[in-house]
């Protein structure tokens, strides 16, 4: 996944290649720089990415997310079908705001299936993973919102939108979820030069939400009908719920037309995850598209993705497809959420995982200190000690206290000789007694549930 | 650790400064670019660092190692003290050596312990973590070396290196684990203009290894005596050896005064860790510092670090200092050597930790698979299915051979009427009836080893 590693190994393959002397491949297709490979496939999300210029002279840009140079890797490498995940860090030349989790460097985490498959099958497993990942983080109620690139495609043909207005248009109706439709609409008529029947028409079709039904009712539509792309992507909507039922993800689930997410690489099926309990994220809060949501507003997009079938393709010497399905997790925006409700609460939360400080009560006990604690590392224990030849008793015990250390083993004089540790339990202040070759035991009996 | 998260924060932290109308700092202190703080902290390995310019036309360049930001992070948060570890990338304008484990985009993880405390304790820290994890890496025997810049600081002054070349000898004499000391020797004559005699006295110096003994012996050495910088470092070294035998590390630790680690930041303490098993990883094998070693020739450095005291106090508008010392690991490098060492074994590598592929026999059971997919999933099992309607049952049984993957739950009609599951173990074949009730157990117990 590391881009200049690919850069050099491509370089070194091309350099082989034309040293033995050439193949009969037509198209010749030398990928030289990062910046040509992230060149025309975030639309108007391009803005966004970091140039950099090396030493050497050659144009460089930082990562814009993960999606485009895993389609790299497939088609440089020829990967015709995997499935993996992949957590790094990607670079935006956006206004960070600090509170909501929008930084320029931040962490992406990713997981595609990429493969020949029967339709919707891995993209309903995407919509699964989401799914139990947002359950899992208990991060409040939630939804999962879900379209298809060719539904929305479908939709502007018959509401009349002319063929090179659907991307931007596109991306007018993306903003749905941060202004009203009345925006939205103005921003269609006056900016975009849509025609106001057009624009109403697709006022209609973008407040409508629901499940199975809509996608059944969607394809007795006597306008949609007419699109050929539309009905594609309203069978398989129906079919992926059909899996949807089987995988018991419905519930949070939803087909919802004012779902257009930016990015120009999608080719069918793209989902959203946003949280729907107010007050759990600082965010907007506007109503959605116009009509009140039937659950409370979104809070914000916390996972996203979809199908781009032909990303792979645009990498490869022959063009070669390979479909893929995907989804990213915005591991800030939920770090944030999680932070804020962390804080929010009385519980403290542990910056260590240190289960006891080996502490003593006297001078001239470090050696000591230093010996019991590599007992307690060598057994397996989290331990730590002062870098003190002499702390004083107290300042060890409001270390535990500061940092949630939950035991202190105390040594003094009478301890080494008797064989024992002094073992306190800060919480309580209790203090025991225990043997040194009890010691490990005792430790891990009275940590087992932290 | 952000670059620019810190970037940003420090810019706002600054024009707020601004606004409430200055103080009464003398030395005005404003660190714009990431470039900057890069500068002037890696000595000759500076060439190394990528430089990139964004769009907006501030010069910023390519975090080199994770050292020099940790200590810009320590210094604009006012953070005294702190124990921490960091992976993330870092990137070098380097020749690239693939086999070796040698990239210009690589993975770093450091420790660090910062803070002012007693002599040696956390040096001591530092070195039985490197321990101990070379150790449970299993990667072969290894050696850690130990050495100090005020020993080679001082070694150079009683040798009769002029004050100003004190960096590039030092330059040199850290090639001693990749040139034999006769070129070593040569580079400093003729290319640095040593004298011959102080040459040869550093040769006799460098050749030197041991332990506290040897320590020891060089403080009663008359020539190094002549530095107080070098006896302060040896009786460090004497002390550290009395803690590194509390921690019970000394059969590997070797104080060894040809280790001279690059970087200018170093102020006290510097270390190494090395494999001495040949074979183990390719890489130089020549002989070190012209004398044989006590072991086997060193095959590759796979952890390194120092004390670096000053470092902090560069980036602190007040110039307070916080002592730091660290290790970095390799581990793109012991990655190359796991994974050599994996391949050469008759072990197959799984990929995958999937513990059963739900698969079918009949045609028309994909709801089914999906069905006994999602009680598995629920249940915490690692499952798997093909993404096809009705794929045959020799590729899902080949699948599971290629990938490791331990069991195939086997779907058909007659396994549905009866209420159970066919449950094959792919490496014997065998084939049991196990209820559908008692499914999870039954792969729990049989995959629980693995």
Chains 1, 2 share one sequence.
Not at 3 to 22: F, H, Y
Request: charged content about 30%.
């Amino acid at each position: 996944m590391c881009v200049l590693q690919i850069d050099e190994e491509v370089a070194k393959l091309l350099a082989l290649k034309a040293q033995i002397g050439g193949d009969n491949v037509k198209h010749q297709f030398v990928l030289k720089t990062a910046k040509e490979t992230l060149t025309g496939k975030y639309g108007e999300d391009s803005k966004l990415i970091y140039d950099l210029k090396d030493q050497g002279g050659e144009l460089l840009s930082l990562r814009y997310d993960l999606t485009v140079p895993f389609a790299r890797y497939l088609a440089m490498n020829k990967i015709t079908n995997i499935k993996r995940y992949h957590i790094a860090k990607v670079y935006r030349r956006d206004n960070p705001a600090m509170t909501r989790g929008r930084y320029r460097e931040f962490y992406q985490c990713d997981f595609d299936i990429a493969g020949q498959y029967d339709a919707m099958i891995p993209d309903a497993e995407c919509l699964k993973i989401v799914h139990d990942i947002l359950s899992e983080l208990d991060l409040g109620d939630f939804r999962i919102k879900v379209n298809d690139r060719r539904i929305l495609d479908g939709m502007f043909a018959v509401c009349g939108v002319p063929d090179d207005k659907f991307r931007t248009i596109c991306s007018t109706v993306d903003k749905l979820d941060k202004m009203p439709w009345e925006d939205v609409r103005k921003e269609m008529v006056t900016e975009k030069g849509l025609s106001e029947e057009a624009a109403d028409q697709i006022g209609e079709y973008v407040s409508l939400q629901g499940g199975m039904e809509l996608a059944e009712r969607l394809l007795q539509d006597q306008k949609m009908c007419r699109s050929k792309q539309a009905c594609a992507g309203l069978s398989d909507i129906k079919l992926l719920f059909s899996y949807l039922q089987l995988f018991q993800v419905t519930d949070k689930v939803v087909f919802d037309l004012s779902l257009a997410r930016g990015l120009d690489y999608y080719t069918g099926i793209i989902y959203e995850g946003v949280l729907t309990q107010a007050g759990v994220a600082p965010g907007s809060t506007e109503a959605q598209n116009g009509t009140p949501a039937e659950e409370s507003v979104s809070v914000g997009s916390v996972a996203g993705g979809g199908r781009y079938d032909g990303l792979v393709g645009m990498f490869d010497p022959k063009g070669r497809k390979v479909p893929c399905v995907g989804v990213s997790i915005g591991i800030e925006r939920i770090f944030s959420i999680l932070e804020q409700k962390a804080e929010a609460s009385a519980e403290k939360v542990r910056t260590t995982e240190v289960q006891v400080m080996v502490a003593s009560a006297q001078k001239n006990l470090l050696e000591e200190r230093l010996r019991l604690l590599t007992e307690l590392w060598n057994a397996g224990i989290k331990a730590e000690v002062m870098y003190k030849k002499n702390p004083k008793l107290l300042s060890q015990l409001q270390h535990c206290e500061e940092s949630g250390i939950p035991l202190v083993a105390i040594l003094g004089e009478q301890e080494l000789k008797d064989g024992v540790v002094k073992l306190r339990v800060v919480a309580s202040r209790e203090e025991v007694d225990v043997s040194r070759a009890a010691l490990v035991d005792e430790i891990r009996r009275r940590t087992s549930q932290a």
